[in-house]
């Protein structure tokens, strides 16, 4: 199975803040790795696919890149609204797995 | 709008057996394989299995941690995924998610889901 290890496990930041969450894969994913959000009780919601391709709809302010094994999450100008867990998901081989998870708090 | 709802979900007794549905609209059920992905109370998300579509012969592929035990089918007639989870463990409590993705392509994976339905497996 491929591992996805995801740092940090929780971050404070304040508003307005640049935030970088930051996913490797055990082995070579390509690009085949998608970034959701989930807010409590919610279903989770994907962000990136592709590795750096936004979901339409999806602010501006996320973006992601990488490839192979390493890869970022950044949040340019943290809102109130992003406070929340993310995932990342590799989709290149089965099974499917995800990340542990990022809590992103706002201080 | 594409829209994915869950039902099904209850309490059931360890070594039960229970059936999830997932209904689908607002898009052409029968071009996309379909996923179930689970998380358990205060933990983080974990894949459960896949379903192919027609083209593909309806296969699937699955989690080790339910293989053999659980069954993911669907109706395309209906636009309905289903999930048939038997033997259940206390393991096996979570909120069972829905989620649709694409046969190739750079749309990738899970990207549309349910609100989710909860399973509790509890004496």
């Known amino acids: 199975d491929i591992q996805m290890t995801q740092s940090p496990s929780s971050l404070s930041a304040s508003v307005g803040d640049r935030v970088t969450i930051t996913c490797r894969a055990s082995q070579g994913i390509r690009n085949d790795l998608g970034w959701y959000q989930q807010k409590p009780g919610k279903a989770p919601k994907r962000l990136i696919y592709a590795a750096s391709s936004l979901e339409s709809g999806v602010p501006s302010r996320f973006s992601g890149s990488g490839s192979g094994t390493e890869f970022t999450l950044t949040i340019s100008g943290l809102q109130p609204e992003d406070s929340a867990t993310y995932y990342c998901l590799q989709r290149n081989n089965y099974p499917l797995t995800f990340g542990q998870g990022t809590k992103v708090e706002i201080k | 709008e594409v829209v994915l709802v869950e039902s099904g979900g209850a309490l059931v007794q360890p070594g039960g057996s229970l059936r999830l549905s997932c209904a689908a609209s607002g898009f052409i059920f029968s071009n996309h394989y379909m996923d179930w992905v689970r998380q358990a109370p205060g933990k983080g998300l974990e894949w459960v299995g896949r379903?192919?579509?027609?083209?593909?012969?309806?296969?699937?592929e699955y989690a080790a941690s339910v293989r053999g035990r659980f069954t993911i089918s669907r109706d395309d007639s209906i636009s309905s995924l289903f999930l048939q989870m038997n033997s259940l463990k206390t393991d096996d409590t979570a909120v069972y998610y829905c989620a649709r993705s694409w046969t190739s392509g750079t749309h990738g994976a899970l990207d549309i889901w349910g609100q989710g339905t909860m399973v509790t497996v509890s004496s």
């Open positions: 379903v192919r579509n027609k083209p593909s012969s309806y296969t699937t």
